[in-house]
């Protein structure tokens, strides 16, 4: 599976948008981009995934180039309540299972 | 609610004592996961199922055995704890890896 890479850590405002980039440069053509969220004491939760292009969805927007190396999760205007740990995961299909890096540790201040 | 459940939340156990996770979903998903978590750590792979009774080796498998006899439920079994396996274990469902997992709440387990 394509490994991916992300920062550890980010920080941010409240109303800012935040970018979380994550690079998988040895993404297979059957790959697809998938991004978890988790919360402290809870199993993570499905954000947003995608192909290639711009995927939108009522939480985030999901960025694929057409090289499909790179990827950027786009949170809108976030919120204290965003505050959480963002993975990036390469997701090959048929037969296999999510492999979790450490993610990105989004801290949201007021 | 449909979702994924584990059983117990909580358990300590002492080392060399046996104990069995139970983890039940209830939306036909054929896909079945056992992770592990550790302190500012991300998840990682213990064992998985693609299918009723079927088992395959994740990233971490060594002392923990599984078992998929039903659809619906995915079981994970630690025949002689040890403290390397104090951990929050998490389990979760798909109906296929790329359609998004569901995870459970989590098992807090405890060795001493």
């Known amino acids: 599976l394509a490994k991916t890479t992300q920062p550890i850590s980010m920080d941010s405002y409240e109303g800012q948008e935040v970018n979380i980039t994550c690079s998988h440069n040895?993404?297979?053509?059957?790959?697809?981009i998938t991004w978890y969220q988790q919360f402290p004491s809870q199993g993570p939760r499905f954000i947003i995934q995608?192909?290639?292009t711009k995927v939108t969805n009522e939480v985030a927007s999901l960025f694929i180039p057409a090289d499909r190396k790179s990827s950027t999760l786009s949170l809108p205007r976030v919120s204290l309540s965003d505050t959480a740990v963002y993975y990036c995961?390469?997701?090959?299909?048929?037969?296999?299972?999510?492999?979790f890096g450490k993610g990105t540790t989004l801290s949201v201040s007021s | 609610n449909a979702g994924v459940t584990q059983t117990p939340k909580f358990r300590v156990l002492k080392t060399g004592q046996s104990m069995t996770l139970l983890c039940a979903q209830d939306?036909?998903?054929?896909?079945m996961y056992w992770y592990r978590q550790d302190p500012g750590m991300g998840l990682r792979l213990i064992h998985y199922?693609?299918?009723?009774?079927?088992?395959a080796k994740g990233e971490v498998p060594d002392g923990y055995n599984v078992s998929r006899l039903k659809k619906q439920n995915f079981l994970l079994g630690l025949e002689s704890a040890a403290p390397s396996q104090t951990s929050v274990y998490f389990c979760?469902?798909?109906?296929?890896?790329?359609?998004?997992?569901?995870f459970g709440s989590g098992t807090r387990l405890t060795v001493v």
């Open positions: 979760a469902s798909s109906y296929e890896v790329i359609y998004g997992y569901t």
């Open positions: 040895n993404i297979a053509t059957n790959d697809y």
């Open positions: 995608g192909y290639k």
């Open positions: 995961l390469v997701a090959r299909g048929e037969g296999t299972a999510l492999i």
């Open positions: 939306m036909n998903h054929e896909y």
């Open positions: 199922s693609v299918g009723e009774g079927t088992t």
